[in-house]
């Protein structure tokens, strides 16, 4: 179960790296403005505390069959969000220049 936990909670700081850049298929989050956009800030908050109901809740734990993870799985697995924003907002770079 820690490995699924770990897997789900993965997903979710992938998917939330990729709410930030997929904003736009050619501007650069940083040019079009990290927290701009209310409604995906609000949608972001809003994943991140039901993940943390999921993962640490013993009914989140009952309803989706999780299991608390450590903080160190955490510590593993948010540097992968940051790679897929870099990754992305490298090609958006790599873009302008051809």
């Known amino acids: 179960m820690h490995a699924t936990t770990a897997c789900l909670t993965g997903i979710v700081l992938a998917q939330v790296a990729n709410g930030f850049v ?3 298929f050619r501007e650069s989050v940083f040019r079009i403005g990290m927290f701009s956009n209310k409604f995906l800030l609000v949608g972001i908050a809003f994943e991140i505390v039901l993940q943390l109901f ?3 809740h013993p009914l989140g734990n009952s309803i ?3 299991y608390p993870i450590p903080l160190n799985v955490w510590l593993i697995l948010i540097p992968f969000a940051f790679a897929l ?3 992305e907002e490298i090609r958006k770079l790599s873009n302008l220049s051809a």
Request: proline fraction near 0%.
């Open 54 to 56: 999921i993962v640490y």
């Open 85 to 87: 924003f870099a990754a």
């Open 64 to 66: 989706f069959s999780t």
């Open 22 to 24: 997929s904003r736009s």
